[in-house]
Each structure stands twice: as structure tokens, then as C-alpha cells.
């Protein structure tokens, strides 16, 4: 674990001033040239801007404003000054997928006067990518925002990959036929060497954006808001970013933008938090817990989760979450909840609950001081209300009291990131992905891969010995290989999987009839870690394959995935320390196998001018777990 963030290091900031009282244009360049922002007032809106990458257009002239409650929408604006500043920077998280992050962006506060002008515009141009968010002044008064007008002024032949909610298959469509309210972030191939992806990042105490496309205004994306929005004044807006690359790898490895955006890590004292691997007890069983507990204490996980149940039916509104009162539905019993936890200690295992958000919102200033008196380290937020103001300020508000407790959250179901866990490192992970659960083939997932995972990190809820791993979703060396594709500083690796002691039939059992079997392969996930110290997406394209690897220390883990069509994969070797010796395990799906779960393991030395070479089926993965020696 890494010591709280901080600025690693800070070079020049150039601050300048000038009159623009007859400027209609602002431009900004990213450090690289790269990027060009053009920021323009013009006699039909209340501003507008374009964007290019290398030249390329990727926005192009669209629209910015608010339909605001007792604002007329006239249209004297102009730019009364540019306030310009240079950062060069990195910092260092308390975990992610590097051990550092760079900080490195041009910016420019444009101030806009008129007596139609109630808003000034923060542009950043970073190297990874464009962002800009509306600063409100001091009104002494509240401001009602009814509707943002933001635009993003696409190429409408172009392909975005589409989901309408969070858990929802994602599907190729073409931008001038997306219908309804998609999800954000939204990547888009503008052509075969041009992708974009939109969204947006700090996301605290405003709604929600997502998108839809302008029928009237062919390719044209609108921000749509999941309430109206009300706030004293001075008050920032979330921001709306933009990425470009000429691969979707790139967009992927640069996700970290969102991060950048948002504010410095709050908390004093971090040696609590805890990244880790984990293990759902779904019998709600005094015996499943230990069982779950010894499982954990074998395999080099740091987790056990009971999920919901353990305090009624989750979906009562009289079930109270200061007691231990098992829902029947879920189990017969009994329950030692505060002996398993005690238990979990002295194995120095430690032990997540799940509450539901009918308790959380009736009980949450109760709960949480009471779950962290039991030795509860971390809490699931289960079934959140998001998107509408109320419930996203609500939602944060309780993110915060948590770390007052030093317990640590993962949320579900709804709910995607926007970087709040660089400010509050005791948001570990949350869903808002089309994980396990769903079952979803390969091709999902490498959907899920290049888009959801711009956004952060995702709980795929794991299962690794489930009939629908091989009836379903592909294969058990897929699996291996998802822990490494997906990022999650807690990474649930067997959620529908019990242990021996445990109960097989019991409820949640997902299908599963058989306890998890000691096959090899385990050793992969033993050994892995859910937080690096640098990550790499080496190639991919969504629902066709991806490439990943991540370093911890002297070590590599590389997961790849196939999707609807089988590939040779050469995975070359380059990012290994150059005169290294290295031993590889490599992981792949073999039918001829002898092994339960048909998985070949390989090893074989490796140098950094080495490449790696297998024929992978479609649907299949392969995995690789690199030691220095």
C-alpha cells in the first residue's frame, strides 16, 4: 500500500491575465500539442467549442448552457478575461494500477460578463485527454438548473458502444441511431484509427449525466441530467470529459484522467484501508463462515463477505440492521456473526457485511459505528439510489461518514465512478458493471473491458467453479484472466463457490452443487494482487479480445481474453526489465486436458525479447503469471 496522495512534485505554474473585451475566441493546447480546444461566443448560444486530436476533428462546433429556472436564455455573453496556468505534476495514490500517477495539463479559467452571463468555464487540457465544468459565481442566491444543454458534435457515421443501464448488455450502434438515455463513459469509433470516449468525472453533489442523441442535430450527443439541479451558489458542475486515441487501449490506459479531476485524497490516516481478495458465504452459516475464514486463510485472500440476509429480509423496510436476525428465505442457521468475525481475526482475515439501502437510509448513522464496534472492516452498499441529486449527494455524504468509521464500501448496483475514490480511498470498488451475475460470454466482457472500465474500478463478482463458467461464459482459464482485465482493489474471486465445510445446496447457491475443488490453477489466484504498481492494456477491441498486463513489484500478470472469434495471440514480452530472467506460468484452456476444468499449465523462461505464442479459441483466455528469478 502506498502512502496518502500527494503532489510528487510541482514545476512551474504560469499564471497570466489579459483584457479580451474584444475577443471571441479562446484556444488551449494540451503540453503535447495533441489535443486543441477552441472555445468561441457566437450570436446563437451561450458559447460553443470544438475539439481536434492531431488535427482530426473530434468535436465539432457544439453547444454549452443551462436551461435555468428565471434566466432568460438572451445571449449577451462575451469572455471578459482568460485566466491561463501551467501544471506539471504527479502524485502518489493510496492504491490503483500504477504506483503514480502524472498530473500534467494546461488550463484557462475563461470569465464570462453580460447580463445573460451566469457562468464562467474551467477548460484543462491534459495530454490523456480534455475536460472543461462550469464554475458558478457568488449570486448570494440559489441557482435552479432545469436542463444542461451541453452538446458533443460528433461524426454521425461513426459507432458508439451503447448500454441504456449500468448491468445491461453493451451493443455496437451507430451514433445517429442511438434512441433513449445511454450510459456514460461512451466510447466512440470515429474511424478505423480515431476512438473518443465521453463522460464525466467529480460527480458529488450534482445528478448524474448521461447522454442521447439529438434527432434534430444528426450526430450530436446532449448531456441529459437524471434530475434538476439545485445548489447555493458558488458551486462547480461535474466535469465532462473527452479522450481521444487512435486505439481503444490507449483511452483504456489513460483512465486515470478521471482521477486527475478530481480532488486530493481527505484523509489523514490511511494505513486502514485494505485492498484484498475475497470470498462470498452465502449460507449465512456459523459453519460457512469458518469454512469461508479457513478457505481464506489458504489461499491468500484477505476477505470474507456475508451478503444479504443476515439481518432479515433485506428488502423489508422493518428489518433492522443493528441486529442478527437471518432471513428464512436465505437460511435455516445458525448464525455466530460476532463469533465468525472474531474467528476472521485471529486468521487475520477480515469480514465485509452487506446492507441493503432501505436500512442505510433509515439507519446509517447507527449502523456504521456499530458494524465497526463489531470489527467489521467494510461495508456493501447494496441496491443504492443514484442519478437524481438528492440520492448522489446522499450516496457520497455516506461514503464520508464511513471513513469516520474506518470502514471501507463497495457499492452496488447502479452506481459508476467518476474518481471520488482519490478523495475518499475507503471507496474500494463498486458495481455498475454487466458483471458474473449476468453470466456474460467473453465478448461481453471485452465490451465491459473498453468502456465501463474507463470509469474505474468494477466489482465483476468472480466465480470460478459455477456451471456457468463453462456452460455460459467460456472458460475457467477466462476467469484467471478477468481478475487481471478488470480492476478491483477488492476483487471478489469466488462468488457463487463454497469451500469444503460449507454447505453446497444452501441458498445463493448459484447453481453451484460441488464445494470448490484444489485443482492447480488456484495457485494464479493465490499469487495475485488486486492493486499495481503500473498497468499496461497491450491491445484489444471490444467484444473481439484484450490484452493485459500489470506489474507488482518484481512480478507480471498478463490476462487475455478472445471473444466472438478464436486468435493467435503473440504477447510480446517488451515490458519486462531488459537483461531479466524471468519464469512464466502460463495458463490456457485445453480440452484434452486431464484436469476437471480442463486447464494446461506451461512454464518456461522468458526474457524481455521473448514473445509468448497460443491459439485461443473463441470465448477462451489465457493468463500468465511472470516471477522475476
Same mark, same amino acid.
Given at each position: 500500500?502506498?502512502? !496518502?496522495?500527494?503532489?510528487?512534485?510541482?514545476?512551474?505554474?504560469?499564471?497570466?491575465?489579459?483584457?479580451?473585451?474584444?475577443?471571441?475566441?479562446?484556444?488551449?493546447?494540451?503540453?503535447?500539442? #495533441?489535443?486543441?480546444?477552441?472555445?468561441?461566443?457566437?450570436?446563437?448560444?451561450?458559447?460553443?467549442?470544438?475539439?481536434?486530436?492531431?488535427?482530426?476533428?473530434?468535436?465539432?462546433?457544439?453547444?454549452?448552457?443551462?436551461?435555468?429556472?428565471?434566466?432568460?436564455? %438572451?445571449?449577451?455573453?462575451?469572455?471578459?478575461?482568460?485566466?491561463?496556468?501551467?501544471?506539471? $505534476?504527479s502524485w502518489k495514490p493510496v492504491y490503483g494500477e500504477k504506483n503514480e500517477y502524472p498530473d500534467v495539463y494546461e488550463e484557462a479559467l475563461i470569465?464570462?460578463?453580460?447580463?445573460?452571463?451566469?457562468?464562467?468555464?474551467?477548460?484543462?487540457?491534459?495530454?490523456?485527454?480534455?475536460?472543461?465544468?462550469?464554475?458558478?459565481?457568488?449570486?448570494?442566491?440559489?441557482?435552479?438548473?432545469?436542463?444542461?444543454?451541453?452538446?458533443?458534435?460528433?461524426?454521425?457515421?461513426?459507432?458508439?458502444?451503447? $448500454?441504456?443501464?449500468?448491468?445491461?448488455?453493451?451493443?455496437?450502434?451507430?451514433?445517429? !441511431?442511438?434512441?433513449?438515455?445511454? &450510459?456514460?463513459? @461512451?466510447?466512440?469509433?470515429?474511424?478505423?484509427?480515431?476512438?473518443?470516449?465521453?463522460?464525466?468525472?467529480?460527480?458529488?453533489?450534482?445528478?448524474?449525466?448521461?447522454?442521447?442523441?439529438?434527432?434534430?442535430?444528426? %450526430?450530436?450527443?446532449?448531456?441529459?441530467?437524471?434530475?434538476?439541479?439545485?445548489?447555493?451558489?458558488?458551486?462547480?458542475?461535474?466535469?465532462?470529459?473527452?479522450?481521444?486515441?487512435?486505439?481503444?487501449?490507449?483511452?483504456?490506459?489513460?483512465?486515470?484522467?478521471?482521477?486527475?479531476?478530481?480532488?486530493?485524497?481527505? @484523509?489523514?490516516?490511511? $494505513?486502514?484501508?485494505?485492498?484484498?481478495?475475497?470470498?462470498? *458465504?452465502?449460507?449465512?452459516?456459523?459453519?460457512?463462515?469458518?469454512?469461508?475464514?479457513?478457505?481464506?486463510?489458504?489461499?491468500?485472500?484477505?476477505?470474507?463477505?456475508?451478503?444479504?440476509?443476515?439481518?432479515?429480509?433485506?428488502?423489508?423496510?422493518?428489518?433492522?440492521?443493528? /441486529?442478527?436476525?437471518?432471513?428464512?428465505?436465505? $437460511?435455516? %442457521?445458525? @448464525?455466530? @456473526?460476532?463469533?465468525?468475525?472474531?474467528?476472521?481475526?485471529?486468521?487475520?482475515?477480515?469480514?465485509?457485511?452487506?446492507?441493503?439501502?432501505?436500512?442505510?437510509?433509515?439507519?446509517?448513522?447507527?449502523?456504521?459505528?456499530?458494524?465497526? +464496534?463489531?470489527?467489521?472492516?467494510?461495508?456493501?452498499?447494496?441496491?443504492?439510489?443514484?442519478?437524481?441529486? &438528492?440520492?448522489?449527494?446522499?450516496?457520497?455524504?455516506?461514503?464520508?461518514?464511513?471513513?469516520?468509521?474506518?470502514?471501507?464500501?463497495?457499492?452496488?448496483? &447502479?452506481?459508476?465512478? /467518476?474518481?471520488?475514490?482519490?478523495?475518499?480511498?475507503?471507496?474500494?470498488?463498486? *458495481?455498475?458493471?454487466?458483471?458474473?451475475?449476468?453470466?456474460?460470454?467473453?465478448?461481453?466482457?471485452?465490451?465491459?473491458?473498453?468502456?465501463?472500465?474507463?470509469?474505474?474500478?468494477?466489482?465483476?463478482? #468472480?466465480?470460478?467453479?459455477?456451471?456457468?463458467?463453462?456452460?455460459?461464459? =467460456?472458460?475457467?482459464?477466462?476467469?484467471?484472466?478477468?481478475?487481471?482485465?478488470?480492476?478491483?482493489?477488492?476483487?471478489?474471486?469466488?462468488?457463487?463457490?463454497?469451500?469444503? =465445510?460449507?454447505?453446497?445446496?444452501?441458498?445463493?447457491? %448459484?447453481?453451484?452443487?460441488?464445494?470448490?475443488?484444489?485443482?492447480?490453477?488456484?495457485?494464479?489466484?493465490?499469487?495475485?494482487?488486486?492493486?499495481?504498481?503500473?498497468?499496461?492494456?497491450?491491445?484489444?477491441?471490444?467484444? &473481439?479480445?484484450?490484452?493485459?498486463?500489470?506489474?507488482?513489484?518484481?512480478?507480471?500478470?498478463?490476462?487475455?481474453?478472445? =471473444?466472438?472469434?478464436?486468435?493467435?495471440?503473440?504477447?510480446?514480452?517488451?515490458?519486462?526489465?531488459?537483461?531479466?530472467?524471468?519464469?512464466?506460468?502460463?495458463?490456457?484452456?485445453?480440452?484434452?486436458?486431464?484436469?476437471? /476444468?480442463?486447464?494446461?499449465?506451461?512454464?518456461?523462461?522468458? !526474457? +524481455?525479447?521473448?514473445?509468448?505464442?497460443?491459439?485461443?479459441?473463441?470465448?477462451?483466455?489465457?493468463?500468465?503469471?511472470?516471477?522475476?528469478?
Open positions: 500500500m502506498y502512502p !496518502k496522495s500527494k503532489f510528487a512534485f510541482l514545476f512551474l505554474i504560469v499564471i497570466s491575465f489579459f483584457s479580451c473585451e474584444r475577443q471571441n475566441e479562446v484556444e488551449l493546447k494540451s503540453p503535447n500539442s #495533441n489535443y486543441v480546444f477552441r472555445f468561441k461566443i457566437n450570436s446563437e448560444s451561450n458559447g460553443s467549442y470544438s475539439l481536434t486530436y492531431n488535427g482530426d476533428d473530434v468535436v465539432k462546433p457544439s453547444n454549452l448552457g443551462f436551461q435555468i429556472e428565471g434566466v432568460s436564455q %438572451g445571449k449577451d455573453i462575451k469572455i471578459e478575461s482568460v485566466e491561463n496556468k501551467s501544471v506539471n $505534476s470569465s464570462l460578463s453580460g447580463k445573460d452571463a451566469i457562468f464562467n468555464l474551467r477548460v484543462r487540457a491534459y495530454n490523456e485527454g480534455v475536460a472543461f465544468r462550469y464554475e458558478f459565481p457568488n449570486m448570494d442566491s440559489k441557482i435552479q438548473i432545469n436542463k444542461e444543454l451541453t452538446e458533443f458534435l460528433l461524426n454521425e457515421d461513426g459507432h458508439a458502444w451503447v $448500454s441504456t443501464r449500468a448491468q445491461k448488455p453493451i451493443v455496437k450502434t451507430q451514433i445517429s !441511431k442511438i434512441e433513449g438515455v445511454v &450510459e456514460r463513459p @461512451l466510447l466512440v469509433e470515429l474511424s478505423d484509427s480515431l476512438f473518443v470516449a465521453i463522460g464525466e468525472a467529480a460527480l458529488v453533489d450534482y445528478a448524474r449525466m448521461k447522454l442521447s442523441h439529438d434527432s434534430k442535430k444528426p %450526430g450530436t450527443l446532449v448531456s441529459e441530467l437524471s434530475s434538476g439541479v439545485v445548489m447555493d451558489t458558488p458551486f462547480n458542475s461535474p466535469w465532462r470529459f473527452i479522450m481521444a486515441s487512435n486505439t481503444p487501449s490507449e483511452i483504456l490506459e489513460n483512465n486515470y484522467l478521471l482521477l486527475n479531476l478530481n480532488e486530493e485524497n481527505q @484523509l489523514e490516516d490511511t $494505513s486502514w484501508i485494505r485492498p484484498g481478495k475475497i470470498i462470498r *458465504e452465502s449460507t449465512l452459516t456459523t459453519k460457512g463462515g469458518y469454512a469461508c475464514v479457513d478457505f481464506a486463510a489458504k489461499h491468500n485472500l484477505q476477505f470474507i463477505e456475508f451478503d444479504a440476509g443476515w439481518y432479515g429480509n433485506e428488502y423489508d423496510e422493518t428489518s433492522d440492521a443493528t /441486529t442478527i436476525t437471518i432471513d428464512p428465505k436465505r $437460511s435455516n %442457521g445458525p @448464525l455466530d @456473526l460476532l463469533g465468525v468475525i472474531d474467528y476472521a481475526k485471529s486468521k487475520n482475515i477480515d469480514v465485509i457485511l452487506y446492507v441493503n439501502r432501505r436500512a442505510l437510509e433509515k439507519q446509517l448513522d447507527d449502523v456504521l459505528p456499530l458494524l465497526s +464496534s463489531w470489527g467489521v472492516t467494510g461495508v456493501k452498499y447494496g441496491f443504492v439510489n443514484v442519478g437524481p441529486q &438528492e440520492w448522489t449527494s446522499w450516496l457520497h455524504d455516506a461514503v464520508r461518514k464511513a471513513a469516520e468509521h474506518k470502514l471501507m464500501i463497495d457499492i452496488h448496483d &447502479e452506481y459508476r465512478p /467518476t474518481g471520488y475514490s482519490r478523495t475518499y480511498p475507503n471507496l474500494m470498488t463498486q *458495481e455498475g458493471i454487466r458483471g458474473d451475475e449476468e453470466a456474460p460470454q467473453n465478448s461481453m466482457v471485452l465490451n465491459t473491458i473498453f468502456t465501463r472500465m474507463i470509469a474505474g474500478a468494477g466489482d465483476q463478482t #468472480n466465480c470460478y467453479f459455477a456451471p456457468r463458467v463453462t456452460e455460459e461464459m =467460456g472458460s475457467h482459464v477466462s476467469q484467471l484472466a478477468k481478475a487481471v482485465c478488470i480492476y478491483s482493489p477488492w476483487q471478489f474471486l469466488y462468488w457463487y463457490d463454497r469451500p469444503e =465445510g460449507s454447505d453446497a445446496d444452501g441458498p445463493g447457491a %448459484g447453481g453451484t452443487k460441488t464445494f470448490i475443488q484444489e485443482v492447480p490453477e488456484l495457485a494464479f489466484y493465490d499469487a495475485l494482487p488486486t492493486v499495481w504498481d503500473d498497468t499496461k492494456i497491450l491491445g484489444g477491441y471490444p467484444s &473481439e479480445y484484450g490484452i493485459v498486463a500489470r506489474q507488482s513489484g518484481n512480478d507480471w500478470f498478463v490476462g487475455a481474453l478472445t =471473444g466472438t472469434k478464436g486468435r493467435k495471440f503473440e504477447i510480446a514480452l517488451d515490458f519486462l526489465e531488459e537483461g531479466k530472467s524471468y519464469e512464466a506460468t502460463i495458463y490456457s484452456d485445453d480440452l484434452n486436458s486431464d484436469s476437471i /476444468t480442463k486447464v494446461k499449465i506451461d512454464k518456461k523462461i522468458v !526474457k +524481455s525479447t521473448d514473445t509468448i505464442r497460443y491459439n485461443v479459441l473463441k470465448q477462451n483466455g489465457l493468463a500468465l503469471h511472470i516471477r522475476a528469478i
